[in-house]
């Protein structure tokens, strides 16, 4: 990793908050929320949790500051957004692997102390195709122990795009938006685009060298979420909030 100073990653960590809440308006609801599903199911104070496809760590410094006897493992395939995260979150408590997630070794890169109590994802797991997705989940709930979690939170779809429910999630998510005000943020591309530009990060735009593959052609639908699941043997799957076309999904092993 680079030498970023914490202050720095912190602002183009906040920035990215931002700007990700012109998509999601409740999306600290949804962080609640997560840790509401941690704090009710988990068995023990001092969780280990996986945050899969962490990005620059937004969901892992609020489960850190909720959870104070907790570590987290964030495992992306961003050099970019890792490069962020570690010096933004600066914690003994955190640390991240770089590794791809539709890849078959991601779980054994993670080189756990033990078994974790819980995969959590938000706004991540939308990248993946169905077959990597199904792929995925069944990892998980192999590596988890009875009452082990998976929590999902994302704009995850009714069915195929353009039919009637699905358009009016969006709609409902979008009015959403235009009433809190946060559609006037910084979007995805104008976010990205000052991150290439600032000087900064300039080694860490670099590591990145263009990013990874992101095209979604089999996107799955939040009843294949669930459905997937529990063929993999999740005891219990299902949804838990929405607004929206936002949810969040829970696993229980």
């Given at each position: 990793?680079?030498?970023?100073?914490?202050?720095?990653?912190?602002?183009?960590l906040?920035?990215?908050?931002r700007?990700?809440?012109?998509?999601?308006?409740?999306?600290?609801?949804?962080?609640?929320?997560?840790?509401?599903?941690?704090d009710?199911?988990?068995?023990?104070?001092?969780?280990?949790?996986v945050?899969l496809?962490?990005?620059?760590?937004?969901l892992?410094?609020?489960?850190?500051?909720?959870?104070?006897?907790a570590?987290?493992?964030?495992?992306d395939a961003?050099?970019?957004?890792?490069?962020l995260?570690?010096?933004?979150?600066?914690?003994?408590?955190?640390?991240t692997?770089?590794?791809d997630?539709?890849?078959?070794g991601?779980?054994?890169?993670?080189d756990?102390?033990?078994?974790?109590?819980?995969?959590?994802?938000?706004?991540?797991?939308?990248?993946?195709?169905?077959?990597?997705?199904?792929?995925l989940?069944?990892?998980?709930?192999?590596?988890?122990?009875?009452g082990?979690?998976?929590?999902?939170?994302?704009?995850?779809?009714?069915?195929p795009?353009?039919?009637?429910?699905?358009?009016?999630?969006?709609?409902?998510?979008a009015?959403?938006?235009?009433r809190?005000?946060?559609?006037?943020?910084?979007?995805?591309a104008?976010?990205?685009?000052?991150?290439?530009?600032?000087?900064?990060?300039?080694?860490?735009?670099?590591?990145?060298d263009?990013?990874?593959e992101?095209?979604?052609?089999?996107?799955?639908?939040?009843h294949d979420?669930?459905?997937?699941?529990?063929?993999a043997?999740?005891?219990?799957?299902?949804?838990?909030?929405?607004?929206?076309?936002?949810?969040?999904?829970?696993g229980?092993?």
């Open positions: 990793m680079t030498g970023l100073d914490a202050a720095t990653a912190r602002y183009w906040e920035r990215w908050d700007q990700q809440e012109h998509y999601m308006p409740d999306r600290e609801q949804r962080f609640e929320v997560i840790g509401d599903v941690l009710e199911l988990g068995d023990r104070d001092d969780l280990l949790i945050d496809g962490v990005g620059p760590g937004t892992s410094q609020r489960l850190l500051d909720r959870f104070p006897d570590c987290v493992v964030g495992v961003d050099p970019l957004l890792l490069g995260a570690e010096p933004a979150l600066a914690s003994p408590r955190f640390r692997v770089n590794a997630l539709r890849s078959e991601w779980l054994d890169a993670l756990l102390e033990r078994v974790p109590d819980a995969f959590v994802s938000t706004t991540a797991l939308h990248w993946m195709n169905r077959d990597p997705l199904r792929a989940i069944k990892t998980c709930v192999q590596a988890l122990k009875p082990g979690l998976f929590v999902n939170g994302d704009h995850l779809y009714e069915g795009s353009g039919t009637g429910l699905d358009a009016l999630g969006k709609s409902l998510t009015r959403r938006a235009a809190q005000g946060t559609g006037d943020a910084e979007d995805w104008a976010w990205w685009d000052a991150v290439n530009r600032a000087p900064e990060l300039a080694d860490l735009v670099r590591a990145r263009g990013g990874f992101h095209t979604v052609h089999d996107r799955p639908t939040v979420y669930v459905a997937f699941a529990r063929d043997g999740f005891a219990e799957a299902g949804i838990v909030w929405q607004y929206g076309d936002d949810r969040i999904v829970v229980i092993r």
